[in-house]
């Protein structure tokens, strides 16, 4: 079965300074990794995806991701964070390419002037 | 946006009355989803449908059941509500099953509290 771990509940971050948000997971096929964003009050929006190819991924606001398959990673990066990226981010997989999705517990993501 | 609405967006029922959340989609997409949303759990699939009349359970279906009748409603049901059913449920759709060449649109939520 397929599962997903985001390491941490909470990043704390100033205004312009790097992030990378942490995501390990486990399957036993091949998967297909997700990362949403979900503002205050809202659904989640897409940020970005991998499904194949190239191992980094470039998503929306200035986001990417790395498929790390030897370490089951797929960290999401940002080299500058505005107040704006402030929200929860969630990691999810797809186990065989199917669309029931399992995802992490999220991470809240703190930017501070 | 995606067209998704909810409803109702926020309720608050007592413990053991039946309450029904209804998503309904403009977009004609076959599949349909109903997650829960709870701290330190993350989003948990419910149950799924895949076309009219056609549903499977996720990875949280106790204490609820599911209902299509038309491809542009599903409904949520939960029978006799407990306090543990508390939490916020998001719809969602997409054309496939399949996650290549497709995207999977969420709705905006629905707060449910049981006193």
């Known amino acids: 079965a397929q599962s997903v771990t985001q390491l941490d509940s909470q990043v704390p971050v100033f205004e312009e300074a790097p992030v990378e948000l942490r995501c390990n997971y486990s399957?036993?096929?091949?998967?297909?990794l997700f990362w949403y964003v979900q503002y205050p009050n809202q659904g989640l929006q897409l940020l970005l995806k991998?499904?194949?190819?190239?191992?980094l991924v470039k998503g929306i606001n200035g986001f990417e991701a790395e498929f790390n398959k030897s370490q089951t990673s797929f960290h999401l990066r940002k080299p500058s964070v505005h107040i704006s990226d402030t929200a929860e981010y969630f990691c999810?997989?797809?186990?065989?390419?199917?669309?029931?999705?399992?995802f992490g517990k999220g991470t809240m993501l703190l930017v501070s002037p | 946006d995606a067209g998704i609405t909810q409803s109702p967006r926020h309720k608050v029922t007592e413990t053991g009355t039946p309450v029904t959340l209804r998503c309904h989609q403009t977009?004609?997409?076959?599949?349909m989803y109903w997650y829960r949303q709870d701290p330190g759990h993350g989003l948990r699939l419910i149950h799924y449908?895949?076309?009219?009349?056609?549903?499977d359970k996720g990875e949280v279906s106790d204490g609820y059941s599911v209902s299509r009748s038309k491809t542009e409603d599903f409904l949520l049901t939960l029978e006799s509500a407990t306090s543990s059913q508390t939490s916020v449920y998001f719809c969602?759709?997409?054309?496939?099953?399949?996650?290549?060449?497709?995207?999977?649109?969420f709705g905006e939520g629905s707060w449910l509290t049981v006193v």
């Open positions: 999810a997989v797809s186990e065989g390419g199917y669309s029931t999705l399992t």
């Open positions: 977009e004609n997409h076959r599949y």
């Open positions: 449908s895949y076309g009219v009349k056609d549903t």
């Open positions: 969602a759709i997409s054309r496939s099953g399949q996650v290549s060449g497709n995207t999977i649109y």
């Open positions: 399957s036993s096929v091949s998967v297909y």
């Open positions: 991998y499904l194949s190819g190239s191992t």
